[in-house]
């Protein structure tokens, strides 16, 4: 996996004294150690952040745990209407209502979720922005990079119930953070373009990998195995689960069973599942891989669409215990969403499940 790395002075400066060195303890204390040094980090870039605003700005931020706008998430522009017929009315403080340093402040709150790599590909996400307005000829207003929205739901601390959103257009990251442990999901990217096409930025994919390793995947398999797998030869327009609460799938095909693949093919398969499990803090990107692990061949691999670059095409992966989606249909394909979403996890609902249980009996 991708080492966890903190994209500005200050969550440089956390990582040195939260997350501390590595042991060589059992695989489970491992893990637990490190989701917990994340939370630390979490609440403390939080914090910081409040702690910077002023009092209007802390009113569009800060909102009670409870709220029904934690859940309330997608992935439009704030004002549009989406494909899949949502009104995009987005809360929280945007990046352009803050001065230079509560920017980077923010920053070190979104880079504390994300890896390395995660982090490259939401800011480049956010900088699509600018190919949008120029392509569209904006004035800046409905395509602004600085469009982008952080809300903090609940008190910051680790040892009570809060989280964390930082969404805008093609981007939603959403963080739940329960007695120190943190849930991450649903967790969104898209782009649009998916590859820039003119001007200086010609050849820009912020999100290659995801689009490539489906591909190849594909490509993989034989024609009895893609018969299988191809569950339908158009493309859906968009990723089936949307912007539900809760991801759910409605009886759709699920394709081909992972336990009827090759050992190069179900290389290929990991390969695309690393993926996603990458874009996220490396101590949460092992929570994932431990999901991965834990379904074994328990995997199945859906594709609607063309097979090639260039053809509109869907795909999806989906386990016991998490589902991914992937589409590149609109405009002409050259339009991603991908989406991680967690069956029982998503907005830390199983994490609170177990707390409630555990610290409300009787």
Known sequence: MKRRSFLSSC?????????????SQAEQTHA????????????????RLLAGLDH????????????????NWHYVPNGTRSTVDIVGVRQGLPLREMTPYQKHLASALLAAGL???????????????DVLKVMENDSGEHRNPEKYY????????DTASWGYRVEGHHLSQNYTVVNGDVIDGPSFFGANPAEVR????????????????GIELIHLLDKQQQKIAIVDPTAYPEILTTVNRKAALKGQPSGLSASKMSSRQFDA????????????ADELAKGRMAQINKSGRNVSFAWAGGVNHGDPHYYRVQTPYFLIEMDDTQDNANHIHSVWRDF??????????????TNHKG
């Open 11 to 23: 969550a440089t400066l956390l990582a040195g004294s939260l997350l501390g060195s590595r042991d």
């Open 32 to 47: 637990a150690h490190h989701v917990h040094a994340a939370a630390s980090l979490m609440t403390e870039c939080a914090n």
């Open 56 to 71: 209007n700005q802390r009113g569009k931020t800060a909102f009670p745990f409870e709220a029904d706008e934690r859940t």
């Open 115 to 129: 890896s390395q790599t995660g982090y490259i590909k939401a800011v480049t996400i956010m900088s699509l922005e």
């Open 150 to 157: 952080f809300s903090i739901f609940g008190t910051p601390s």
């Open 198 to 213: 003119q001007g200086p930025r010609k050849g820009l994919r912020a999100l290659a990998n995801e689009d490539d390793l």
């Open 269 to 280: 398969l990991m390969a695309l599942m690393e993926e996603y499990a990458g874009n996220v």
């Open 344 to 357: 029982d996890g998503d907005f830390g609902e199983d994490l609170l499940h177990r707390h409630y249980q």
